[in-house]
């Protein structure tokens, strides 16, 4: 009989399907080429945990390197790249996208239909007419090749968008450090603040009490403090959130939050290296214009696969045979015949041109998307080349000369007091400009290791485009009581 070969054909079909590269099929599909990726652009290890035994190792190895030490900027990023979930996500991520490649690289499994007319006749036993059906989709094989190509596609931008959440959460990671510690410096300075503004309400009441100082003077130094003490409080506040910022980038919890960060960030350098050709750089190592550039890639595939099903959306080859028996004269007939069906939608309303369009202007708003970012690539760039060079200067400035300046002037304003030619108050006024001098100092330098993040971010992607906030505290302003 000939029905055999009808059912045999689809099954050779689906045997002519590619063998599928393990770089799809590995438990850790595509982990590989992030983790190098980003250990090249920020040199930190990234891990990938899948069992509960390696997740437990990973909490270990992040609860030595933090609970109860004074960490810094290097340790609390590499803790975050180890330990936060948000990541592991991300990488998971990756894997649902080979998955995807892998699942398209598998033909599609033929549908068998089974019929039984007549059930339960008694002259022929269980059934009259058995009819058997094989549904092939036709479709799928000439398509597979193309729908791979899109799903690779796919697969290769998740790997970048895996790379940028990296990066993205190191500069976050170290920014967050540098704004911890930079709060923390702040309240130390307001609290020297603090103690001169403390000192001179004192010595205000007590010069009230013996009327060498007036209600309007006293008030003065009163209200000074009382501002300060407004900011002192603050400026806790402000540093305690900081850190609990920091605490949640790097994923802790329970007991692992009991780490320290320093009192204050590290000096400037001495110098600062010669950034050449920044933006050159960007355009060559910025992921995120690597993952537009992907995309752009996978809406083009994708246009190729629509225009190949625009008229013809789905073909089906069925083929079966049906099986028919007969009772007569006391003799049971069976006669068998084969079948074959040729199923598929005619195009007589929706003719493709619709999706056509869409997967043209898709492609455009891709390719719109990448100029766009290319642009903004290089413009970012400059922007964190000119920041990096000019926080540096300004927070130089504050260090050599200013700072300086105002230790000059206090410390001949304690020796025009000790020879009794300044009196008590301008010595305290000196002494709160100074301070607020030094924070001013503080200041610029936390903004320069911000602008020192940003430049790196830059280059091999995963900031915001923020060149900084010019954010930080001063002394509140305080006249002094005078006599």
């Known amino acids: 009989m000939r029905w055999p070969v009808l059912l045999a054909t689809p099954l050779l079909l689906s045997a002519c399907a590619p063998q599928v590269p393990t770089k799809y099929t590995d438990a850790k599909a595509g982990f590989l080429d992030v983790s190098t990726q980003t250990s090249g652009a920020i ?46 996500a991300s990488y998971a991520n990756v894997g649902l996208s080979a998955a995807e490649v892998w699942q398209q690289s598998t033909p599609q499994n033929p549908v068998i239909s089974l019929g039984l007319f007549g059930v339960g006749a008694p002259e022929l036993g269980l059934y009259q007419t058995l009819e058997t059906m094989i549904a092939f989709n036709l479709l799928d094989v000439k398509t597979r090749k193309q729908r791979i190509a899109v799903a690779d596609a796919q697969f290769q931008q998740a790997q970048l968008n895996a790379v940028n959440d990296t990066l993205s959460l190191a500069n976050q990671t170290r920014q967050a450090w540098i704004n911890a510690v930079a709060a923390f410096e702040t309240l130390s300075y307001l609290r020297k603040a603090g103690e001169a503004a403390g000192a001179g309400a004192e010595l205000a009441e007590q010069l009230g009490k013996t009327g060498a100082l007036n209600k309007a003077g006293q008030a003065r130094e009163f209200a000074f403090n009382a501002e300060l003490a407004g900011q002192v409080a603050k ?163 504050y260090r050599d000369v200013v700072v300086p300046l105002r230790t000059t002037i206090e410390e001949e304003g304690l020796l025009s007091y000790n020879g009794m030619i300044t009196n008590t108050f301008e010595l305290l006024t000196d002494v709160r400009e100074k301070l607020a001098s030094s924070l001013e100092a503080a200041n610029s330098k936390r903004e320069f290791w911000v602008a020192k993040a940003n430049l790196t971010a830059a280059i091999y992607g995963g900031g915001n485009g923020a060149v900084g906030d010019g954010g930080g505290m001063t002394i509140a302003a305080g006249g002094g009581a005078g006599h």
């Open 235 to 397: 400026a806790r506040l402000d540093a305690t959130l900081a850190k609990e910022e920091l605490t949640r980038l790097m994923g802790l919890w329970g007991s692992d939050v009991d780490y320290f960060v320093p009192d204050a960030l590290p000096s400037l350098p001495k110098s600062l290296g010669h950034v050449s050709s920044i933006e050159a750089a960007a355009l060559s190592n910025r992921v995120d214009l690597k993952v537009a550039k992907t995309g752009l890639e996978a809406q083009a595939r994708a246009f190729g696969l629509t225009d190949q099903t625009r008229l013809v959306t789905d073909l089906e080859l069925i083929a079966g045979f049906e099986s028919e028996r007969e009772r007569e004269d006391g003799n049971t007939d069976t006669s068998t015949r084969p079948q074959i069906e040729l199923e598929f939608a005619i195009p007589i309303f929706d003719t493709g041109q619709a999706r056509m369009r869409k997967a043209e202007l898709a492609y455009m708003q891709a390719a719109n998307s990448l100029a766009e970012k290319a642009v903004n690539v290089r413009s970012e760039a400059r922007s964190a080349e000119v920041s990096y060079h000019s926080s540096y200067k300004i927070a130089r400035h």
């Open 43 to 88: 040199g930190k290890r990234t891990a990938f945990a899948q069992t509960r035994a390696e997740n437990d190792a990973l909490t270990r190895e992040v609860r030595g390197m933090v609970q109860g030490k004074t960490i810094s900027a290097d340790t609390a990023v590499q803790a975050a790249l180890l330990n936060n979930k948000g990541l592991q």
